[in-house]
């Protein structure tokens, strides 16, 4: 009987596509009559426009984009002759149409380059025109180009814009709209608890305009990340709840989605089998809807659970499907967890070196999408919408005051003219008067109570400002105390300076140097951050470096011993709540007797000059960090070599070479900085620190300083 019913189901789905198709044939149909009978004016624009739209809801992308192609050029004769104001502004509006159609068509066929164009141009035209729902939507769909991208902080910015212009004129669906948008952001950058925030709002809304897809897809997102959170039952309960009402719908994107969702719960469950058929169950309809990303995405995750069950070849064939065609459409996001699921296929059949290979790319493509300078954008994005909308509401509170003053106003000067009309009544009008002046007694009184406040709480405010400043110099005391004495250095490189200029008081960077019985060491190391926050990891890792060099006289394995020994102070590991703070370092054995250096970097190179010569010899430094997400077993590759009498070797970090300035406002960049150093080797190394202190301060010219900087300069 169960079956039966299933059958009949599909016969009435197919039946009422069917119909729908129809339906829309005939629409189609009906405007290509109009439009052969249309002169050349604002009728046939419509037509064309709407033709275009009905192609696109077919799903008909070329037809769609060649129509309203059609629009934009009968748009601009149209608007030639000598035209209305009405006519003319009607003609804009069809146009913005036609360029979202267009844009929209780009999107489908993944050419986002394109969708970008046309959508800009398209809102270009409404900004003109001053149509601030159409406007808001544009915001959305720019945004969700910029996801596609992997371009996270431009989504953002279109994501608040969008949604601000919607709270103005509070539209609920587009406000709901925007939170789901921004809550997808969120979640793709791991910050779960804003990503739940987004979507809650989100769902609240829909349920109070009862708009039934906006509720299935609030479920899917919070299902997503009570996915990632490992609360399975909960996230799990969310996306057959999205699901049922998708169906219902009969969103057959949206059940595609439902099915891929609940497949990688079972997979992350363990449940290979049912989480193969959920994935395999979404692959079809994705396929049947033409949905690019979203087959992508299926391929991709049929490959984990293909790999998992140990069939290795079937595994690679849909990995391989998912890496070609997110290439050919330039999406990074899955580009990045196909080159993950191939790094954990090659682990599991043996072959560490595609492994090793893979991994590289999946590396690549994953900070290429989500890096710090993103995160921050991101947060700055988060915070300017917050304090807009804090202004706003501020702003509306004072207009609000503002009118009952004025209003408070005019009911006084009603009064006075009554009292003018009112001659007879001297004494009265007397009294008024005298009143009068008890009232400004007492708000000179209030005016002269709240300055005295306003001048108490600025002294309060100077006083916590000198406090925080005196703590802050305190530290840079202490700070300085823990680095070595320049004269220790000197002793053992009579001709050496170090350059070090923090960006606030105290400093993210910091140098290191210890002699024994053999060798003298020296390094230079950039932590995570700046000022007080980086001065904290600054002295962490000085305390750590010094046991590393304590334990061993090898660079590498000192490298490796900091590196355990930052991971285990801050208690990193791969959990979502964990620090990834770390350092960037350039440390040097240096052989004084027999001039044999020996150095070890972390993303940190050295650079030698020899005697005599014009270009500058780089030692790369191994491509990893110390702490952070870096392994626990990193290894840190050493260099060894002989110098001779004269070359001159330099440590540093990336301050130097990051400043902005020049006079047009550029950065140094790494290439200045190196020949900079070429030309000043005639110098002594004292006059050397004395011309990089001076040039370093004229290319600022006014500008901040960006960053730490610290440059180590030893001539043997």
């Not at 219902?248 to 290979?272: F, P």
């Amino acid at each position: 009987m169960t079956r039966i019913l299933k059958y009949l189901f599909y016969a009435l789905t197919i039946y009422c596509c069917q119909l729908t198709l129809a339906a829309q044939q005939n629409k189609i149909d009906s405007l290509l009559t109009l439009i052969r009978a249309d002169k050349a004016d604002t009728n046939k624009l419509n037509h064309l426009n709407k033709l275009g739209l009905e192609f696109y809801q077919t799903g008909s992308y070329d037809l769609a984009m060649s129509y309203s192609n059609l629009t934009l050029q009968l748009c601009n004769t149209v608007n030639k002759g000598n035209v209305s104001p009405e006519i003319s502004q009607k003609v804009l509006k069809i146009k913005a149409s036609a360029y979202n159609n267009i844009g929209n068509g780009f999107k489908n066929k993944d050419n986002y380059s394109e969708a970008l164009k046309n959508y800009k141009a398209g809102l270009i035209i409404l900004e003109t025109l001053g149509n601030k729902n159409a406007i808001a939507s544009y915001y959305i769909n720019i945004g969700n180009v910029y996801i596609d991208q992997g371009d996270y902080s431009n989504a953002f910015k279109n994501f608040f814009s969008g949604l601000k212009i919607m709270e103005s004129i509070s539209d609920k669906k587009g406000i709901a709209k925007c939170y789901n948008n921004i809550g997808i952001l969120y979640e793709h950058q791991l910050n779960f608890s804003y990503a739940l925030k987004n979507y809650f709002a989100s769902l609240k809304i829909y349920e109070e305009i009862d708009d039934k897809a906006g509720i299935g897809r609030s479920y899917n997102n919070i299902g997503n990340v009570y996915q990632l959170q490992g609360n399975y039952p909960e996230a799990l309960k969310k996306h057959f709840a999205s699901l049922k009402i998708k169906q219902a719908l009969g969103n057959k994107s949206g059940i595609s989605y439902s099915y891929n969702n609940i497949g990688n719960v079972y997979y992350l469950q363990g449940n290979y089998t049912e989480a193969l058929k959920n994935h395999m169950t979404s692959l079809k309809i994705k396929e049947a809807l033409g949905d690019k990303i979203g087959f992508i995405s299926s391929y991709c995750n049929i490959g984990t659970i293909l790999t998992k069950q140990k069939k290795f070849k079937e595994a690679e064939e849909y990995l391989i499907k998912s890496i070609v065609l997110s290439k050919k459409i330039g999406y990074k996001e899955c580009l990045k967890e196909a080159y993950n699921c191939l790094t954990v296929l090659d682990s599991a059949k043996g072959n560490f070196k595609g492994a090793y290979e893979n991994h590289k790319l999946y590396i690549l493509y994953r900070d290429s999408i989500d890096n710090e300078e993103i995160r921050k954008k991101t947060i700055q994005s988060q915070m300017t919408y917050d304090f807009e909308k804090k202004e706003a509401a501020t702003q509306a509170e004072q207009n609000k005051k503002d009118v009952i003053a004025k209003e408070l106003l005019k009911q006084k000067e009603q009064q006075r003219n009554y009292f003018v009309i009112g001659f007879a009544l001297v004494g009265l009008l007397a009294l008024f008067i005298f009143r009068g002046y008890k009232q400004k007694q007492k708000a000179n009184f209030i005016i002269t109570q709240q300055k005295y406040e306003v001048e108490k709480s600025k002294h309060i405010i100077e006083e916590k400002n000198k406090d925080i400043t005196d703590s802050i110099n305190y530290a840079k005391r202490i700070q300085r105390a823990t680095l070595p004495h320049r004269k220790e250095i000197w002793a053992a490189f009579p001709q050496s300076f170090v350059l070090f200029k923090p960006k606030d008081i105290v400093s993210g960077d910091f140098y290191f140097f210890h002699k024994n019985d053999h060798s003298a060491f020296i390094a230079a190391a950039d932590c995570t951050g700046h000022g007080v926050p980086g001065a904290f990891m600054s002295m962490v890792g000085a305390g750590k470096l010094n046991d590393a060099v304590s334990e061993s006289s090898d660079t590498s394995e000192i490298l490796s011993l900091l590196n355990k020994g930052i991971k285990a102070s801050l208690k990193q590991t791969d959990g979502n709540e964990s620090t990834r703070d770390g350092m960037d370092i350039a440390l040097c054995s240096v052989d004084t007797e027999n001039r044999i250096i020996k150095y070890a970097g972390a993303n940190r190179p050295l650079w030698i000059i020899r005697n005599g010569q014009t270009e500058v010899e780089e030692i790369k430094a191994t491509k990893s960090a110390i702490g952070g997400l870096t392994d626990n077993n990193q290894h840190f590759e050493t260099h060894e070599f002989k110098l001779l009498t004269g070359d001159t070797l330099y440590l540093f970090t990336d301050g130097f070479a990051d400043q902005f300035g020049g006079g047009e406002g550029k950065k140094l960049m790494t290439k200045k900085f190196k020949e900079i150093l070429i030309d000043i080797q005639g110098k002594s190394m004292k006059e050397q620190e004395q011309y990089l202190n001076s040039f370093i301060e004229n290319w600022k010219a006014g500008i901040e300083q960006v960053d730490d900087i610290l440059v180590i300069g030893i001539r043997l």
